[in-house]
T-cell receptor, first 112, second 115 residues
Framework: TQLLEQSPQFLSIQEGENLTVYCNSSSVFSSLQWYRQEPGEGPVLLVTVVTGGEVKKLKRLTFQFGDARKDSSLHITAAQPGDTGLYLCAVSGGTSYGKLTFGQGTILTVHP | GAVVSQHPSWVICKSGTSVKIECRSLDFQATTMFWYRQFPKQSLMLMATSNEGSKATYEQGVEKDKFLINHASLTLSTLTVTSAHPEDSSFYIC???????????FGQGTRLTVV
């Protein structure tokens, strides 16, 4: 059983469209992170959400942490080709903050 | 920001040989580093936690005798894939937190191809 259920797995859209990626779990987390990874590179942290109901914005990206701290979403407004990549949600495990369990990932392709 | 560097970026080796991948923290000391594996179009899976001065902690299902981890210093951890086989071909990524218990930064990854 996957700790983090991420959906959709693949997303192919046209430039200018909006999209939402979901990350769900039956477990409660103290925090959740979103990463973006480009081919051949390591993941880069986009945001960490900590408080239930929290909303964070990063330019055209909006991240939300569920009230119960079991789920999160990433919304991209007016997607651009430069947004293309693999988006990953992750939670830390055990006593080590850096030890991460990732969701399955969402491969986003934005066509010009 | 904290920089984690991996070497090599890619490597091709023959089946049955061993290959070593290095993970260095360039501007901080890391008592703990993490090794992940990623297959094409899939997510990252934690393989092991590398601890400076002590044995690595492996995740369930990861063969410790096949994936040897050595955390020789506070800035270097190595992953050696022994007797590599084509199914070991993957993208290997390390990460390290500048401060224990805080966000870990990722290296750029190493693409291993076993032929």
């Amino acid at each position: 059983t996957q700790l983090l259920e991420q959906s959709p797995q693949f997303l192919s859209i046209q430039e200018g469209e909006n999209l939402t990626v979901y990350c769900n779990s039956s477990s409660v987390f103290s925090s959740l992170q979103w990463y973006r990874q480009e081919p051949g590179e390591g993941p880069v942290l986009l945001v960490t959400v900590v408080t239930g109901g929290e909303v964070k914005k990063l330019k055209r990206l909006t991240f939300q942490f569920g009230d119960a701290r079991k789920d999160s979403s990433l919304h991209i407004t007016a997607a651009q080709p430069g947004d293309t990549g693999l988006y990953l949600c992750a939670v830390s495990g055990g006593t080590s903050y850096g030890k991460l369990t990732f969701g399955q990932g969402t491969i986003l392709t934005v066509h010009p | 920001g904290a920089v984690v560097s991996q070497h090599p970026s890619w490597v091709i080796c023959k089946s049955g040989t061993s290959v070593k991948i290095e993970c260095r923290s360039l501007d901080f000391q890391a008592t703990t580093m993490f090794w992940y594996r990623q297959f094409p179009k899939q997510s990252l899976m934690l393989m092991a936690t590398s601890n400076e001065g002590s044995k690595a902690t492996y995740e369930q299902g990861v063969e410790k005798d096949k994936f040897l981890i050595n955390h020789a210093s506070l800035t270097l951890s190595t992953l050696t894939v022994t007797s590599a086989h084509p199914e070991d071909s993957s993208f290997y990524i390390c990460s390290a937190p500048p401060v224990p218990g805080t966000e870990a930064f990722f290296g750029q990854g190493t693409r291993l191809t076993v032929v």
